[in-house]
T-cell receptor, first 111, second 114 residues
Framework: AQSVTQLGSHVSVSEGALVLLRCNYS??????LFWYVQYPNQGLQLLLK??????LVKGINGFEAEFKKSETSFHLTKPSAHMSDAAEYFC?????????FGAGTRLTVKP | DAGVTQSPTHLIKTRGQHVTLRCSPI?????VSWYQQVLGQGPQFIFQ???????GRGNFPDRFSARQFPNYSSELNVNALLLGDSALYLC?????????????FGQGTRLTVV
C-alpha cells in the first residue's frame, strides 16, 4: 500500500529564507506525487505534481520539488519565503483509485 | 466556470443522527472523491467514484456510504454519527480517475457532532 511521511509537523522560517518541507513516500508502483497547500478554513490547492519525465518540477508561487527515486523523496522548496506562504502543506501519493496524504507541515513565516 | 461546490458549508448534528453531504464537480469532470480531514491531520481517503461507479474505498466503516448521480454530482452519507466523525469533509473532482490528474478540491463541509 502506498503512504506518505512528512518530516516535521511545524517549520518556521524568516521572511526571505529558504523553505524546505520534507516528504518521503512508499509505493509499490511508480508513484504520482503531489504537493497541496491549505489556507485556514479552505480546501486544498495544488502547488505542483510529478507524474513522469523531468524529476525537478516547478509549481505555482515559486515552489519546486525534486523527485528522487533512490531516496523515495519528494521534498518541496522555495528559495525565498514570503509572509503569504504561511499555510499548511500536504504531500500526497496517488494511484488510479486513491490518493494518500501525509499528516501535513505547518509553515510559519516570521517577519 | 464554477469550481467544486460543496453544501452545506457547516452543520451541527447530534450523536446517532444521519447526515448527507453534497458535492458538485467541475463541469466536464466525471470523477469525485471524498476525504475526511480531522483537525490537525491530513485528509483521509473515503471513496472515489468514476462514471457513477465506486472505484476506490478507504478504511472507513460501513456507516459511510456514497453515490454519484448521472450529472456526476455526489452525496456522502454517514449514519449513526459518532463524536469522532466531527471533521472537515472534502470533495475533489477530476476529469477521470485519480492517477496523475490534478484533483480540484472544494472548500469542504465542516461537520460537528455533539
Amino acid at each position: 500500500a502506498q503512504s506518505v511521511t512528512q518530516l516535521g509537523s511545524h517549520v518556521s522560517v524568516s521572511e526571505g529564507a529558504l523553505v524546505l518541507l520534507r516528504c518521503n513516500y512508499s509505493s509499490s508502483v511508480p508513484p504520482y506525487l503531489f504537493w497541496y497547500v491549505q489556507y485556514p478554513n479552505q480546501g486544498l490547492q495544488l502547488l505542483l505534481k510529478y507524474t513522469t519525465g523531468a524529476t525537478l518540477v516547478k509549481g505555482i508561487n515559486g515552489f519546486e520539488a525534486e523527485f528522487k527515486k533512490s531516496e523515495t523523496s519528494f521534498h518541496l522548496t522555495k528559495p525565498s519565503a514570503h509572509m503569504s506562504d504561511a499555510a499548511e502543506y500536504f504531500c500526497a501519493v496517488s494511484d488510479l483509485n486513491d490518493m494518500r496524504f501525509g499528516a501535513g507541515t505547518r509553515l510559519t513565516v516570521k517577519p | 466556470d464554477a469550481g467544486v461546490t460543496q453544501s452545506p458549508t457547516h452543520l451541527i448534528k447530534t450523536r446517532g443522527q444521519h447526515v448527507t453531504l453534497r458535492c458538485s464537480p467541475i463541469s466536464g469532470h466525471k470523477s469525485v472523491s471524498w476525504y475526511q480531514q480531522v483537525l490537525g491531520q491530513g485528509p483521509q481517503f473515503i471513496f472515489q467514484y468514476y462514471e457513477k461507479e465506486e472505484r476506490g474505498r478507504g478504511n472507513f466503516p460501513d456507516r459511510f456510504s456514497a453515490r454519484q448521480f448521472p450529472n456526476y454530482s455526489s452525496e456522502l452519507n454517514v449514519n449513526a454519527l459518532l463524536l469522532g466523525d466531527s471533521a472537515l469533509y472534502l470533495c475533489a473532482s477530476t476529469w477521470k480517475g485519480l492517477s496523475n490528474t490534478e484533483a480540484f478540491f472544494g472548500q469542504g463541509t465542516r461537520l460537528t457532532v455533539v
